[in-house]
C-alpha cells in the first residue's frame, strides 16, 4: 500500500485560540499518513504545542530565501526550523499570483529551506486558461525545471494544484487529476528526482477524496477549505 501524506493549507484562517480548538477536536490516528499542518505564521507556536505529543508535523506557509535581513513582513525559514517546523509550502499558486513569487524566486526559496534541512512541499499548476489552450504540460514542466533547479530529492513532495479548482469547489475529475500526475512523476523520474511523492490539491473534500487517492499518481492531498475543520479533514485523511 501507497504510503499517504495529508497536508493542511489553512492559509490565513484561524487564530491560536482557534488553532488549540482545532487541535483538541481533531482526531490524530496513530498509522503510517504522514499529516502535516501548515498554520499562519502567527499560529505556528499554538499548532507546535497542540500537537507536541503527537506525530502531527507543522509547516510554514512562505518562507524568505535568506537567513536574516531587512525583509519587512518575511518569515525567516531559520526561526521556523528553530521552533520546531519541519515543512515549508513553497510555490501555492496564491503565492505566485497575488505575490508575484517568480519560479526563480521560489527557487532561491526552495534551496536555502533545503540547506536547513526542512522538508519541501513545492507547488505546481496550470490556470484555466493554459488548461484550455493545451498548455498544461508545458507550463508544469516550466514550473518543475525552474523551480526545482539544484535541488536534492530527499525532503521532497511536490504538490499539484490546478489553479482553477483552488477554493472554486470545482476538483478536477480522478481522469484530469491522474494523467497530470502520472506527466509529473514522468518528468521527475527523468531529471532525478525518483521516489518523490505528488499530491493532488484543488477542492479536495471527503466527498472526492477516495476517489482521487485511489488514483495510482496520487500519494496524498494538499486540502485549503475542506482542512479548517477537524472532523472533515479527519474524514478525508481516513478515505
Ligand atoms: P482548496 O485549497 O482545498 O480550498 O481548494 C487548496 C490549496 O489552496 O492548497
Same mark, same amino acid.
Given at each position: 500500500?501507497?504510503?499517504?501524506?495529508?497536508?493542511?493549507?489553512?492559509?490565513?484562517?484561524?487564530?491560536?485560540?482557534?488553532?488549540?480548538?482545532?487541535?483538541?477536536?481533531?482526531?490524530?490516528?496513530?498509522?503510517?499518513?504522514?499529516?502535516?499542518?501548515?498554520?499562519?505564521?502567527?499560529?505556528?507556536?499554538?499548532?507546535?504545542?497542540?500537537?507536541?505529543?503527537?506525530?502531527?508535523?507543522?509547516?510554514?506557509?512562505?518562507?524568505?530565501?535568506?537567513?536574516?535581513?531587512?525583509?519587512?513582513?518575511?518569515?525567516?525559514?531559520?526561526?521556523?526550523?528553530?521552533?520546531?517546523?519541519?515543512?515549508?509550502?513553497? %510555490?501555492? &499558486?496564491?503565492?505566485?499570483? *497575488?505575490?508575484?513569487?517568480?519560479?526563480?524566486?521560489? !527557487?532561491? $526559496?526552495?534551496?536555502?529551506? =533545503?540547506?536547513?534541512?526542512?522538508?519541501?512541499?513545492?507547488?505546481?499548476?496550470?490556470?484555466?486558461?493554459?488548461?484550455?489552450?493545451?498548455?498544461?504540460?508545458?507550463?508544469?514542466?516550466?514550473?518543475?525545471?525552474?523551480?526545482?533547479?539544484?535541488?536534492?530529492?530527499?525532503?521532497?513532495?511536490?504538490?499539484?494544484?490546478?489553479?482553477?479548482?483552488?477554493?472554486?469547489?470545482?476538483?478536477?475529475?480522478?481522469?484530469?487529476?491522474?494523467?497530470?500526475?502520472?506527466?509529473?512523476?514522468?518528468?521527475?523520474?527523468?531529471? %532525478?528526482? &525518483?521516489?518523490?511523492?505528488? *499530491?493532488?490539491?484543488?477542492?479536495?473534500?471527503?466527498? !472526492?477524496? $477516495?476517489?482521487?487517492?485511489? =488514483?495510482?499518481?496520487?500519494?496524498?492531498?494538499?486540502?485549503?477549505?475542506?482542512?479548517?475543520?477537524?472532523?472533515?479533514?479527519?474524514?478525508?485523511?481516513?478515505?
Amino acid at each position: 500500500m501507497k504510503h499517504k501524506i495529508f497536508a493542511a493549507n489553512w492559509k490565513m484562517y484561524k487564530s491560536p485560540q482557534d488553532t488549540q480548538m482545532f487541535f483538541q477536536n481533531f482526531l490524530v490516528l496513530p498509522g503510517d499518513s504522514t499529516l502535516i499542518f501548515f498554520p499562519p505564521a502567527l499560529c505556528i507556536p499554538a499548532a507546535l504545542e497542540s500537537t507536541n505529543s503527537t506525530h502531527v508535523k507543522i509547516g510554514v506557509q512562505n518562507i524568505a530565501s535568506i537567513a536574516e535581513g531587512a525583509l519587512t513582513g518575511e518569515n525567516s525559514a531559520t526561526v521556523a526550523k528553530a521552533m520546531g517546523c519541519q515543512y515549508a509550502l513553497i %510555490g501555492h &499558486s496564491e503565492r505566485r499570483s *497575488l505575490f508575484h513569487e517568480t519560479d526563480v524566486a521560489l !527557487n532561491q $526559496k526552495a534551496k536555502f529551506a =533545503q540547506s536547513l534541512g526542512l522538508h519541501i512541499v513545492f507547488c505546481v499548476g496550470e490556470s484555466l486558461d493554459q488548461r484550455k489552450s493545451n498548455q498544461t504540460k508545458a507550463i508544469i514542466n516550466q514550473q518543475l525545471s525552474a523551480g526545482l533547479a539544484g535541488l536534492k530529492n530527499e525532503n521532497l513532495i511536490i504538490a499539484y494544484e490546478p489553479v482553477w479548482a483552488i477554493g472554486t469547489g470545482v476538483t478536477a475529475s480522478p481522469e484530469q487529476a491522474e494523467e497530470t500526475q502520472k506527466e509529473i512523476i514522468d518528468w521527475l523520474n527523468a531529471n %532525478g528526482f &525518483s521516489s518523490v511523492p505528488v *499530491l493532488y490539491g484543488g477542492s479536495v473534500k471527503p466527498e !472526492n477524496a $477516495k476517489e482521487l487517492i485511489s =488514483q495510482p499518481s496520487i500519494s496524498g492531498f494538499l486540502v485549503g477549505g475542506a482542512s479548517l475543520n477537524p472532523e472533515s479533514f479527519a474524514q478525508i485523511c481516513q478515505a
